[in-house]
């Protein structure tokens, strides 16, 4: 009787282990085949960001369009001046990134485009970003919002609330552009700062 469970102990044994190599070659399929995959997915399609036939107006006077991505470093983030948090973290960010860069912060074009074009216009942007040095706001009629919208293939949408108001939900990443008006990378919500601070100094250099 003894010797007949010691059996079954060992046979579950190996049933155990050959599934532990399954699992572990599973993970390694997983790695090799289709993350490299997901990855170049991610990628695909990159070099459009930013451009489209949008027009906008800029809290500096100049007008915001594909054109304007060029000539200088960019960074360009959607918001807009209700939001509770996402937004002034990022611009708290953003100054204390300038901050890092010194000399080189005037290298950098930043530019805050809103997500809510019923609310935000030119003057209230301008008042919004006035406490964050060198940021750019920037907003037009919502039909021009919803072509730039497109074009950098942001996610925005209308919340309502209650009480007959409304919040935004919206992507929260800064993306990068080179001073040829090219996709550069990206530097997500609450980014490590050192890696933020790399990325940034990489795209100065060129």
């Known amino acids: 009787m003894a010797d007949t469970d010691r059996g079954g102990s060992l046979r579950k044994l190996r049933y155990a282990l050959w599934a532990l190599v399954v699992v572990a070659l599973g993970i390694v399929g997983w790695t090799q085949v289709v993350s490299p995959r ?29 054109a304007a991505l060029k000539g200088k470093a960019s960074a360009v983030f959607f918001g807009f ?10 611009l708290g960010d953003v100054t204390g990134w300038r901050e890092e860069l010194g000399a080189d912060a005037d290298k950098l074009r930043v530019f805050f485009v809103t997500v809510d074009p019923e609310r935000d216009s030119v003057e209230t942007l301008r008042d919004y970003v006035s406490w964050a040095p060198g940021v750019i706001g920037v907003s037009g009629s919502p039909e021009e919002v919803a072509k730039a919208v497109k074009a950098f293939r942001i996610y925005a949408r209308k919340v309502p609330q209650e009480g007959g108001g409304y919040s935004m939900d919206h992507s929260s990443t800064m993306l990068l552009f080179d001073d040829q008006g090219e996709y550069a990378g990206l530097i997500g919500y609450r980014e490590d700062p050192e890696r933020a601070m790399a990325s940034l100094r990489a795209l100065l250099k060129g």
């Open 38 to 66: 997901l990855t170049q997915l991610s990628d695909t399609g990159t070099a459009a960001l930013g451009r489209g036939d949008y027009r906008l107006q800029a809290t500096d006077g100049s007008e915001f369009s594909q």
């Open 81 to 90: 001046t209700h939001c509770p948090d996402v937004c002034p973290t990022t």
